[in-house]
């Protein structure tokens, strides 16, 4: 009796370990089938609206918190000049920004959530997100393809190197669900986007094993390809930055 009790114990347990991992793989697949939906491919909708002056005031305010910048650096640095337009439009599931044509800022979700900027932003706005999450150049190529960064392929805050250069825009600390940019040992301007997905102390605990930074958006996605498709420099290419 005991033993039979025994066993049927073993196979619950067993059956509670499988539907737990089959719960992890659901949310891996959920996760990466969003991102392959959202900027993978290049579904845009036909609408195009252009926002009202009151709407585009609220996007400069909630941008620039995002960012950590001051309104006045959307104007003075060309992006959103004051009698701008704001055109929005659906890119997959996502809403997009747009001032002249360029892509500026997405609601990811398209919900009226956070508004997130675009690389094109990141790239003529230095001041803005000087600090985030630096990998190796070698890494790169992943993100590029679509891939999330794991743990391991961040660079710690103020690590030297044999040559004497260290990680100094590497954030010092973070939280899970912080939206930080990505950035290439020794290169200044941001090549993605994402959301942290654990805390610096959870990432500490762990090992630095597992995912780290869920990305949103980068560059050459189909959002970077509503734009000029334009880069800041040589050190960017396709296959690496």
Not at 24 to 50: D, E, I, N, Y
Not at 86 to 113: E, R
Not at 115 to 140: F, H, K, N
Not at 176 to 196: K, Q, S
């Amino acid at each position: 009796m005991k033993h039979a009790l025994d066993c049927r114990l073993s196979r619950l347990r067993c059956i509670d370990k499988c539907a737990e991992t089959l719960r992890q793989m659901c949310r891996r697949v959920a996760w990466r089938s969003w991102r392959l939906r959202m900027f993978k491919k290049c579904v845009p909708s036909g609408s195009h609206t252009q926002l009202s002056k009151s709407d585009a005031k609220k996007l400069r305010k909630a941008a620039a918190e995002t960012m950590g910048v001051d309104e006045t650096l959307l104007e003075s640095s060309g992006l959103m000049p004051p009698k701008s337009d704001v055109v929005v439009g659906k890119l997959n599931n996502a809403k997009v920004y747009c001032v002249n044509d360029q892509p500026l800022f997405f609601d990811p979700n398209g919900k009226g959530g956070r508004i997130l900027p675009t690389v094109y932003t990141l790239w003529a706005i230095p001041e803005a997100m000087p600090r985030g999450i630096v990998t190796y150049s070698e890494v790169s190529p992943k993100v590029l393809g679509g891939a999330d960064l794991m743990l391991a392929g961040c660079i710690p805050s103020d690590e030297g190197y044999e040559d004497g250069e260290t990680s100094q825009c590497a954030e010092t600390s973070f939280a899970a669900g912080d939206v930080l940019a990505l950035r290439a040992r020794g290169n200044p301007h941001a090549f993605a986007i994402g959301e942290m997905a654990v805390s610096k102390a959870e990432a500490e605990a762990c090992g630095m094993k597992g995912r780290g930074l869920k990305v949103m958006h980068h560059y050459p996605d189909a959002l970077w390809a509503m734009g000029d498709k334009s880069a800041p420099g040589d050190s960017f290419r396709p296959e690496r930055v």
